[in-house]
Structures are given as structure tokens and as C-alpha cells.
């Protein structure tokens, strides 16, 4: 399919995409760095060098990612996708602000951003449900990718996309951007060096799932690509609340909380903390040997996801990992008093707390302790977008790789399989397989509405 060129402002509908040629599945190839469409700018980078991005979901995190790209002078956002008219609108009109002309297009299918020639790296930031159809597109076009978690629909899911992204020698980076905050490392440094004496048990907590009631069934608006909004998802009778975006002055959208498009906080934000305390454990590309749990689900409700939670993460090295919602977390025994939400590591001479506002220990003299010559530095990167940028120029690893990412996904889908099954289960980490269960094993995979497939 020949690429539009970026005077090409028209929107492109889902019927379009069908109607053209379908050479988008071509051959896999790095792709090269170099936007035909850059313009020059005051201190930017060459034109030639700037890589070419392509926006996917505009939502509130959508809009907020491509602007920090847009803030990185060897980016050129060329492109913007979102089944919501309005969501695409308003993002094709922030990128031609910014660059002060109207060469932005927008698509309203992501298959044809992703075959654009221009476009070296997409951002992808659509529901949940999306994300492993989206990577997997993306790899088939030679595209770098910056992935908002979690990888979501499935554990299954996440090997198969996995095994693509390796295969594809593409750069791909996890949204957990954690992994570059300054306290996060550290605090992960002061338990992997043993600075709380040996760790014994870590504490997580993350908001809890919320809940909407059951909505009446009304017309699909002009504005939305229902079909396209659903994808892979069942078939469901249409409701705003279903699929409203994640906006400013609306608060989180619904469907985080309906598990035909995310697992609910215990993935949705569990990934982000789980993610550093494997991190802190030496855990990140192993997990858990043993998962079991509680969860409470609500009932005869639009939303089905877990509001509250706590679950046992027994680990190979001894370790246990308790995974709660923040209300119980606070309530826990073992929790420092002040602390609930985030990471704590309880070592047997000391503990660590860290969260997005602060990082704290019983031991104050460890909050400005520098590593010694001797001791474990953890990968450093201190600008998550960047670091992708430095990635896909070659010039870095990323931060969130692949490995980390699936692994991570792993562990939250173990936890919320758990508290379904509300039973004990045992995990193979290297073989990634349930020992002994059949039932749960069936739970890694999930069907998917026809024609999506992975």
C-alpha cells in the first residue's frame, strides 16, 4: 500500500483501509531514520535524522506522551490515529500547532499509520485489549514501538508478541516509567545490595478497581468506529460509558474496569509497582513459583474487576510478595505506618518504601547513600521517552524491554487468575507454565472476536 504523503491531512476511515491494497503486511525491515516530511527547526536535528512517530490513542496518557515526544528535538510527529473523530481531531490540531503548518494526517485505523514510510516508531496508548494486535502490526512493519502497558489481553498474548518483537529486531519499550525515576532505582539498589539485611517480604499496593452500574443500550455516535473500538473484544451493546476516553474533566474511562478490555488496577496499575519490586528482588525475569489470593468482585454491575484484592507471591529465592489494593495494603501487618500505596521491602535489619512522591527507609542515612565501588547499579535511565529515542537511534538499550515487560504482564495475570479461582497456584518460571491445573492453565488464553486473531 503506498504511504500518504504528510500533506495528506484527510481522514482516513476503516472502510478506506479495506478498500486499498493490502501489501501493509510486507516483508519485515528495520526501519531507516529518516522522515521525508521533517522540517527544519531552530536547534533540531537534521531532518534526515529525526524519527518519524506515529501517535495511536488520544486519550489523556496518548496526548501526554506525544506531547513529551514532541518536546524531543530528534522527533517528528507525523501521524495520529483514534477511532473517536473527536479524540483524533483534537490530536492532528495539537501536532499542526506545534509545528505551526497542517501536515499532520489522521487515521482513524491504525494499520494505515502503520504503513506510512515516514513513520519510523508508533506510540501505542489504546485500551488495553489492543495492545498485542498493535505490537504484533507494528513488528510486520518494521516499526520501533513505546507500549503502554500492560501487554493485557492475555499471558498467552504476551509470549506471542514476545517472540515477535525479538524476531522483528525491533526496539521495543514498556510504559512502565518507573523504571527510569531516580528513587526507584535507588530504592531497588539499597535491597539488591542488602542494605535492609536480607528481604523477607515486600508489600504492594495500587488503587483499587472502581465501578459503574449497568447502562442503558444507546445509538453509536457518528464520531466512533464502534467496530473498530471493540476489535477483539466480544460484541456488546453500545454505551457511552463503555468506551468513554480517558479525557480531562471526566476522570478515568470505564472500560480500565471491565475485563473484555483490561484485568482492572491489579494489572492495569499493578504492572507499574510489581514491576519494581521484582526489580528490588532480582526477580523481574523469573517470578513467582507459587500465586493465591482473595479478590472482591462486584456484581450485576457494567464492571466486573476486582475492587479489592490481597494475594501471595511466593518466590524461589524465599521471598513473598503480598499484592493489594491500597485500603488493604494500609491495613496490613507488616506495613510501616504512613505508607500503603507502593513498594515496601522489609529486610531483617531495616525496610525500603518508595511511591511516585517519595522514597523513604527506617535507616535515613540510606536516603542519600551512593553505591559503592563494589555494589549492584541497576540499568540508569533518567527520561523514559528519551531513553526510546536513544534506543531506536541505537545509542541505549531501553529501560523496559520485552523480557521485563512480558514477565512482569505474567505475574499480574497469575494474580488475577488466582483470585477468580480463588485457589492456590503453582507456576513453572521457566517452563511458564501452571503445574497441575488445567482449569487456570486454559485461563493464560482467551479467544478472540473474529477476524482478529494473533
Known sequence: MPASGPADCAVVTRRRFLERSAAAAGALALPAIVPSSA???????????????????LGIQGMGNMRTFQGNREVRVVAVCDVHENQRNQGKNAVDQFYSNKDCAAYGDFRELMARKDVDAVQITAPDHWHPLMILEAVRQGKHMYCEK????????????????????????FGTQQRSGGNFRRACELVRNGK????????????????????????????????????????????????????????????????????GMIGNWGVHHLDIAQWGNNTELSGPVEVEGTGTFPKDMLTDC?????????????????????ATARKHPLQQE????????????????????????????????????????????????????????????????IDVAVSTDLVCNLQE????????????PAGEKLIGDDEASRMLDRPMRGPWTL
Open 39 to 57: 522540517l527544519a527547526r531552530e536547534g533540531a536535528a537534521a531532518p534526515s535524522e529525526r524519527v518519524g512517530l506515529g501517535c495511536i490513542g
Open 306 to 326: 476486582a475492587t479489592h484484592w490481597q494475594v501471595e507471591n511466593r518466590y524461589a529465592n524465599g521471598v513473598t510478595l503480598v499484592h493489594m489494593d491500597d
Open 338 to 401: 504512613g505508607h500503603g500505596h507502593g513498594v515496601f521491602w522489609l529486610g531483617t535489619e531495616g525496610w525500603v518504601h518508595v511511591d511516585r512522591s517519595r522514597m523513604d527507609a527506617k535507616d535515613k542515612t540510606l536516603l542519600k547513600a551512593k553505591p559503592g565501588p563494589n555494589d549492584v547499579q541497576l540499568f540508569r535511565s533518567d527520561n523514559h521517552h528519551g531513553n526510546f529515542i536513544d534506543a531506536v537511534k541505537g545509542r541505549t538499550q531501553p529501560a523496559a524491554p
Open 196 to 263: 535492609i539485611g536480607q528481604l523477607k517480604t515486600i508489600l504492594v499496593g495500587v488503587p483499587g478497581s472502581w465501578t459503574c452500574p449497568k447502562q442503558p443500550t444507546e445509538p453509536v455516535p457518528k464520531e466512533l468506529d464502534y467496530e473498530m473500538w471493540l476489535g477483539p473484544a466480544p460484541m456488546a451493546p453500545y454505551c457511552f460509558e463503555r468506551c468513554r476516553p480517558y479525557t480531562a474533566g471526566k476522570g478515568w474511562s470505564i472500560w480500565y474496569c471491565i475485563s473484555d478490555y483490561c484485568m
Open 150 to 173: 500492560p501487554i493485557g489481553w492475555s499471558a498467552h498474548a504476551g509470549q506471542v508478541v514476545r517472540k515477535a518483537v525479538k524476531e522483528g529486531k525491533v526496539v521495543f519499550q
Open 417 to 428: 487468575i488466582a483470585i477468580r479461582l480463588r485457589r492456590k497456584l503453582r507456576w513453572d
